[in-house]
């Protein structure tokens, strides 16, 4: 009875080692995770600020274009 009892506290003791090992690798993982979102979101910004500033030029070129043929 004693070796059943073992043995079974012994799994149980062994398998919340790994599940604890699961959690922080997806702890680790879900940061990760936030950090490349977070990096997307300041590219995803910057380029939106480089194609305003492209449109920009565009229409100042247009409107000189258009000044100069008049």
């Known amino acids: ?3 059943i009892i073992t043995s079974v506290a012994a799994a149980a003791l062994l ?3 790994g ?3 699961t959690g922080a690798a ?3 993982g879900g940061a990760s995770a936030a ?3 977070k990096q997307a979101e300041q590219i995803t910004s910057g380029v939106e600020a480089d194609l305003e500033a492209a ?3 565009a229409a100042e070129a247009r409107r000189a ?3 100069a043929s008049e």
């Open 65 to 67: 274009a258009e000044a």
């Open 55 to 57: 449109q920009r030029q």
């Open 26 to 28: 997806a702890a680790a």
């Open 1 to 3: 009875m004693i070796r």
């Open 19 to 21: 599940l604890a090992e």
């Open 15 to 17: 398998s919340g080692c």
């Open 35 to 37: 950090e490349q979102a």
